[in-house]
């Protein structure tokens, strides 16, 4: 018998996540064995990335000066993203191509038998937005991620930048966390894929970090995936904080999500 239904493994099943997510938000262009993904608005680094298609074999230096080239045309710094152990051998061949390591982060899931909700204070509420919610809904989700990613440098929204979102979080969702009615924090999910869903952006204001927002912000999240029928939940934690925050909450590690960039490691160019 051929192995035509053998089994998929999860990490493998992550991995097709991955890349069906990016192919609804970027432009796609192969370059086998594997897929570019390109924001035809924005230059910045990490909204440009390529993903493999496919465990890589052999000598892919020929491969990846092509990939490196089909970037370099469209003012895009070559960058890969992927969970490192669907493709173990890909990390050498990028840094003996002249790709430095930009990042490396746990990726962690969670199932409905693990999720563990946390007690939530009664002054801490939640709401959710789908992609037909109110632009000045989107708007304040944009705000509080915006805010508690960068909140030195935070960036404003125009019309287009919030009917973008709308198209990002499409078939998905979009969370703010109130405290006494104040936004606090914020967080979304992709669109669910094969039983699987990806959260993403989970962050918390400065002022109100420590009072466990993230980690009732998260379960509170993940719940609501699981009744669409999400089978799996995942994330990649930026630090080991952020992975006992989500720990807490029943994510466990599963693998590690990497990033390899051509030097430098962030580019400054603006917008289009």
Not at 39 to 50: F, G, I, M, S, V
Not at 157 to 180: C, K, M, N, Q, T
Not at 207 to 217: H, T
Request: hydrophobic share 45%; aromatic share 10%.
């Amino acid at each position: 018998m051929g192995d035509d239904h053998a089994p998929v493994s999860l990490i493998d099943r992550v991995q097709q996540y991955l890349r069906t997510a990016a192919r609804s938000q970027y432009q796609a262009i192969a370059v086998a064995p594997y897929t570019l993904f390109i924001n035809p608005r924005d230059l910045l680094t990490y909204q440009n990335y390529a993903i493999p298609d496919e465990p890589v074999q052999g000598d892919q230096q020929a491969t990846l000066a092509q990939v490196k080239q089909a970037f370099a045309t469209r003012a895009r710094r070559a960058r890969f993203e992927f969970v490192r152990e669907y493709a173990e051998a890909l990390p050498a061949q990028l840094i003996s191509t002249g790709f430095v390591e930009e990042g490396s982060y746990p990726l962690l899931i969670c199932t409905p038998g693990n999720l563990c909700i946390p007690a939530i204070p009664a002054d801490l509420s939640f709401v959710v937005y789908d992609d037909q919610a109110p632009a000045e809904a989107l708007l304040l989700t944009l705000m509080i991620n915006e805010q508690g990613f960068n909140e030195a440098d935070a960036a404003s929204f125009s019309r287009d930048d919030i009917e973008r979102f709308r198209g990002v979080i499409r078939g998905g969702r979009a969370f703010v966390a109130l405290l006494d009615d104040q936004p606090v924090a914020s967080g979304m999910f992709n669109k669910p894929h094969n039983g699987l869903c990806e959260l993403v952006g989970i962050t918390t204001l400065s002022a109100f970090r420590g009072r466990g927002i993230a980690a009732a912000l998260t379960a509170w999240m993940t719940q609501y995936a699981f009744a669409l029928g999400v089978e799996l939940t995942f994330l990649s934690a930026a630090d080991e904080h952020a992975t006992r925050v989500y720990e807490r909450v029943g994510y466990r590690r599963q693998a590690t999500l990497v990033a390899y960039v051509v030097p430098p490691f962030y580019s400054q160019v603006q917008k289009d």
